[in-house]
């Protein structure tokens, strides 16, 4: 075998190594789950019980899937109308100049910035000005979360949706400005209209992030593992649970969190799925 | 026109550039609320943290809780430092990298050779996949695979496999990137002299596209070391320094989050977080600046 078929099969070897641990890692996240999905059924995913009380044992996983898609939704609608404005601010408005440099790299640094430093920031900086405002149960709770995980998305729906304004061909925008329109009024009718798919799109891939995060989520929600009943209640997320609970855990306790993992994958692959298909499609 | 029309024409005006004037305005303000938090988080680090960095806190491991109340009982600063989450980073960095830059370097490859085939395309998705991911579930995967099965406990290793896959998308989707961006003529030159496949990859590919490559790599590495969950799970953490790939170790982001359940030690969760940042923003700058002297 000649030298340029080897390196065509290391090649071909290395992508397969991708696919097999992701492949490898759905196959371990089943079979971890099986028991728990043994003992109690697909009802798991609707229970809101969690009692790890030997004997009677029962856990199920609607409260942190509640507690995930609230939270994530809350962070999704509080960054929405500052990312976006900063994507105007990056992609249309100061495009090109000394300041959207130095505003997009500081964008930038908040990706950055590890995600127990966040938490950190929430519990002894945000929580207490929280408390101060009347917030209850000691600032902890969706909304303390919610704020946090918004600052956190902020820079990938960002500089995602400046690429996507920044995309839109100028000629459209010129047309427009000729027939005697101002910027915003190019905003409002022909940046937003065109790239619509793209900036939907850049959100649900935001979203997605904040589905899965950890540290600071953990920190700030209250760990209680209710279904929350406001935007000010206590909960738990998904991600947060296993950080919480994986430390004592064996048995079925395991599996359930090894359930609860698999759910947060399929959920957190769905939402990735959709947003890279819309971009797909646009490109 | 009549003068009558010209004049709601010239005040249609004024209310139009009003408008634009204020959707501007609104526009700079949240703006700069957006970009808020970094001014604040980095001024608390450095106000909170400053006070605790020293050559001790990077060459000791911490003190236990009694003595750090002591030290706060006396007013002194807290004795100590996080070696151990500096030695068990750099370890588990280096091991990730090791196993996750050779192979994401060369699927990047893979990706940029076979454009439109089939299993470059299921390979890109996939990896799209995979990098969407929660930090956390790869934490319970390097459990199942590596705590449980290869170094029966808790382990550097542990840790390094869940960072590793979690460097990989990043180094695939980068490399293919940035090879994307040679001009074709380059690699058609190294052909034509009938220079063997393997050697246009290490001699042309690689080296015109090393400053790309660098970049993704450096990301990466920033991405991973500040990563807590994943190692909660698998590295678990150890109050002494340890080298033992298939022993717990610490992390810097570990020793955080064990300050942080401690009050005694609050003090050294602001600089052990102080250091981390500027390890982390550091990488973050240099990449993008090899990023923008390369364009």
């Known amino acids: ?283 | 026109m009549n003068a009558a029309a010209k004049r709601i024409e010239v005040d249609n005006l004024k209310v139009r550039t009003l408008k634009d004037n204020f959707i501007k305005g609104l526009i700079i303000v949240l703006s700069v609320i957006t970009i808020s938090p970094i001014v604040l988080i980095i001024y608390e680090l450095i106000a909170e943290g400053i006070k605790q960095i020293n050559f001790q806190f990077i060459l000791k491991t911490p003190p236990n809780s009694f003595e750090a109340m002591t030290a706060l009982a006396n007013g002194d600063i807290i004795p100590g430092g996080i070696a151990n989450g500096i030695t068990g980073s750099l370890l588990m960095v280096v091991m990730a990298s090791a196993m996750a830059i050779p192979v994401g370097v060369v699927t990047g490859i893979f990706l940029y050779e076979n454009p439109g085939k089939f299993l470059a395309n299921l390979t890109r998705n996939i990896s799209d996949i995979l990098q969407g991911v929660p930090s956390i579930v790869l934490g319970l995967i390097s459990y199942v695979w590596v705590v449980k099965s290869i170094t029966n406990g808790f382990s550097a290793l542990a840790g390094s496999v869940a960072l590793a896959i979690m460097m990989l998308p990043m180094i695939v989707r980068s490399t293919e990137e940035t090879l994307k961006m040679i001009p074709q003529s380059i690699k058609e030159a190294a052909l034509a002299l009938g220079v063997p496949y393997y050697k246009v990859i290490l001699k042309v590919l690689i080296p015109t596209g090393f400053s790309g490559l660098l970049t993704g790599i450096l990301l990466g590495i920033s991405r991973v070391l500040g990563e807590t969950a994943p190692l909660m799970l698998t590295a678990l953490g150890s109050t002494i320094i340890n080298m033992n790939i298939t022993k717990p170790t610490s992390a810097i982001p570990l020793l955080i989050w064990e300050f942080y359940n401690d009050p005694n030690m609050i003090d050294l969760v602001w600089s052990s977080s102080l250091l981390l940042m500027i390890i982390v923003l550091t990488l973050n700058i240099i990449s993008k600046q090899i990023a923008a002297s390369s364009k």
């Open chain 1, 1 to 283: 075998m000649n030298s340029d078929k080897i390196t065509k099969w290391v090649l071909l070897l290395s992508s397969f190594i991708i696919l097999f641990v992701t492949g490898g890692m759905i196959f371990s996240l089943i079979n971890g789950s099986i028991p728990a999905f043994k003992n109690f059924g697909f009802g798991f995913i609707f229970s809101n019980n969690w009692n790890p009380t030997e004997g009677k044992e029962i856990y199920g996983a609607l409260p942190f899937i509640s507690g995930t898609l609230i939270t994530s939704v809350a962070a999704l609608i509080i960054s929405l109308p500052l990312s976006f404005s900063a994507s105007l601010f990056l992609g249309e408005y100061f495009r090109g100049t000394k300041m959207a440099k130095v505003l997009g790299t500081m964008v930038d640094l908040l990706a950055g910035i590890p995600s127990i430093v966040y938490g950190l920031w929430g519990f002894y900086v945000l929580r207490p000005f929280l408390i101060d405002l009347g917030i209850p149960n000691q600032g902890f709770g969706i909304f303390t979360a919610s704020i946090i995980l918004a600052v956190m998305i902020i820079p990938y729906a960002t500089s995602l949706s400046t690429e996507i304004i920044m995309m839109v061909p100028n000629e459209l925008k010129e047309a427009a400005y000729s027939l005697g329109a101002t910027k915003s009024e190019v905003i409002i009718n022909v940046i937003v209209p065109s790239a619509r798919s793209g900036i939907i799109a850049s959100y649900i891939l935001s979203f997605g992030r904040a589905l899965g995060e950890t540290m600071a989520v953990t920190m700030l929600i209250g760990n209680a593992n209710v279904i929350p009943n406001g935007l000010f209640s206590t909960g738990n997320t998904m991600a947060s649970v296993i950080a919480n609970q994986f430390g004592e855990a064996d048995g079925l306790k395991l599996s359930s969190l090894m359930a609860i993992g698999l759910l947060l994958f399929l959920i957190t692959g769905i939402i990735n799925g959709i947003g890279k298909f819309i971009i797909k499609k646009m490109a």
